[in-house]
DNA sequence: CTGAAAGCGCTTACAG
DNA sequence: CTGAAAGCGCTTACAG
């Protein structure tokens, strides 16, 4: 069947040791003439060494592992955020010569699992919950290498990267106040439970009250990041908050929802309504009007987590502190003075 | 360190092989009671099997791979199809007790590395030229299971997956004269070589021949699948070819930057041109106006993929032919008739 | 600079 | 119903 170290030994007639300096770069330990006729011989063969074996014999498998949260039944859900990390990932791991395992985890006993089961060297966390990462304990986990996108835990075992989402609700909020806005909503999912959600609630109110407007709890809705769901709660809005004269929103796939919903009841953005989105995906420059929102930086949010990553693998261990990216507004059509009244 | 069959062994008072055929569910070849005392201790001990011992001495990975083109040092691009496909791949997979490898492909050759080296029992290949899979060497796939999405290779090595490509364009082109259009462009990208545009492209022609309209070459044009690329052809028409009232082009990022590049000229859509995109993706209801598009059902596709892919792993080898899916038009707000001259 | 031995954690026949 | 042996393809010390 395939070819073996053994097979390329027996044709060069040297040994399986020899073979597998030479396969692995430890050049010093072999003379340049037989390294050349083994290359050459590899080459001819077409051979390629077992993943497995080698993940078995050392104490590395060059794998990492990328784990999303799953429903049971569902398929993975991908948002742009998580295709910008996997691209980047994939990327960083081949050109190190690693691979990357894809995981949906619905249950939090799947990541001890995953991890053992093919040995990862590590794995990047993308999605979860505070609380889950939290809960992440060193005898499961062992030595691997785990870096936890978007969490605000302090679970030592593994590395943070998130971006400044207090300061990025800051920029929205100001701006929108900055306009003349008093009534500004707030919109984002589940914000007890995800600490990005409550970061940027935190910088809301923090800014309301830093330019002495009150805080209105009437004002904060719980709206998932859907389309859809974006698109009901500006319906509501319209109808039962006319008060309201601007929106700040966790997602921009729920603010362009939003913006659809308060057309769908004859209100304009940003004439009536202004939205401030946030993650400046594609979709903000491809609705009309075009969406302002607070961009942050997918690449090289996923850049640091793959750098973080491979400094740990390689053994380069850096100050264990948590990475914060920086974020920016970006000025487009939907958000302006409020109405006249 | 970690758990292995042996340490169960030894506090089950049992052989290697009993635990290993508990835990590998052969029980007719153990005793009841016997396996409920290995498996509470194999709970206990939180024991996972190790995957690649396992990959070395069976034949059988239990790993899928999931191979896209990359460019050398660019991160993968993940499309919306790609995306569709990874969801339902891994779900499928991790309900099966298999693991899915995304391996992004820079050098053809790289296709056999990745195949070999995690010594994979299937592989799934998303967006790869019809050229390059017509090359696979059964010496170099060996007998792993393959599935080619998008492609009208006559490769026997692989099993393909597309969507009627040709009746899409069908579709579009038919409803678009329908409406009275007579200069109708096709805009798409490289369609010499890649086998699912060159099958839309003839969709158009034939039409529009059955139609009794003559191809003029000049209304062809190539075009990236890109918003900017989108935008700079619609600059161009507007300027270039006042005569043009419609356009059917492969893709609805493409179209919705044509629509902006129109409308920065002074041109709307559908006032002055019709549009018509390809994929039905979920941009084509957030823009203004809707696109009218053509669907093909992704997820129906990638779960056709995956179906495949299972019942090769699982030996149901099923009659070796591709499978079309269908596909439908999307009326939405993008094709009216051309305006009165 | 090169090699013989042991072992990584499993599964696969084959016995009993 | 249970087990002892061989082997999957490599790497890791350790000798020479």
Known sequence: MAVTLKDIAA???????????????KQARVSAATRDRILRIVKDRGYVPSASARSLAAKSSRLVGLLVPAEDEASLTISPHTVAVIGMLEREL??????????????????????????LDGAV?????????????????????????????????????????????????????????????????????????????????????ANGIGYDESLVSRVETTHADGLAYGRRLARERPDVTAVFTTADILAIGLIEGLAAEGRSVPGDVSVVGYDDSDLAVYVTPKLTTVAQDLTAKAAEAVRLMMDRLAGRDRPDEATTLGVRLIERDTAAPPPRR
């Open 125 to 209: 966390l993308l999605g979860f919950q505070d609380a889950e990462i939290d809960r992440l304990k060193a005898e499961t986990v062992g030595g691997v290498a785990l870096v936890a996108m978007d969490s605000y835990s302090e679970n030592p075992l593994a590395l943070e990267v998130r971006s400044d989402d207090f300061g990025g609700a800051e920029l929205a909020v100001s701006h929108l106040i900055a306009l003349g806005h008093k009534r500004i909503a707030f919109a984002g999912p589940g914000f007890s439970a995800t600490g990005v959600v409550r970061r940027r609630f935190e910088g809301y109110r923090t800014v309301l009250a």
């Open 11 to 25: 044709e060069a007639g040297v040994s399986l040791m020899t073979v597998s300096n030479v396969v692995n770069g």
């Open 94 to 119: 081949r050109r190190l010569d690693y691979h990357l395992m894809l995981r949906g985890i619905a249950d939090r006993a799947e990541i001890t699992e995953a991890l053992k089961s093919w040995n």
